[in-house]
């Protein structure tokens, strides 16, 4: 499986931004995929994860209220960023993984693509 992230750039605060995430390769029913974000002398952290289906979504507490995951039908996954803050300012990555629990730890993420920077200005 191939993933490619995009949509990044340069937002001032309160603004918003949708990232893209677009799977190829093999078939990927069941899999979980996931949003990551790293920003500069940071662990790499979890945003949100949605699982294939999208019937279920998950997020980290900095995200709730601000961000939304989506999919469509196809194999291309969504993040939309509101209310962005200076806090947001990071390479955002996404990740999957097959199975059905949405793990927040990235060490379970076996998929990634290259990340896409994200930079709140205030």
């Known amino acids: 499986v191939q993933l490619q992230a995009c949509g990044g750039g340069l937002v001032q605060v309160g603004g918003s931004m949708r990232l893209s995430c677009a799977a190829s390769?093999?078939?990927?029913?069941?899999?979980?995929v996931g949003w990551f974000r790293q920003a500069p002398g940071k662990e790499r952290e979890f945003v949100a994860g949605?699982?294939?289906?999208?019937?279920?979504t998950g997020y980290a507490a900095s995200a709730k209220g601000r961000f939304t995951i989506s999919r469509d039908n196809g194999k291309n996954t969504y993040l939309q960023m509101n209310s962005l803050k200076p806090e947001d300012t990071a390479v955002y990555y996404c990740?999957?993984?097959?199975?059905?629990?949405?793990?927040?730890?990235?060490?379970?993420?076996?998929?990634w693509g290259q990340g896409t920077q994200v930079t709140v200005s205030s």
């Open positions: 990740a999957a993984r097959d199975g059905s629990i949405m793990h927040t730890s990235s060490d379970e993420y076996f998929f």
């Open positions: 390769g093999r078939a990927f029913s069941g899999a979980i």
């Open positions: 949605i699982t294939w289906n999208g019937r279920r």
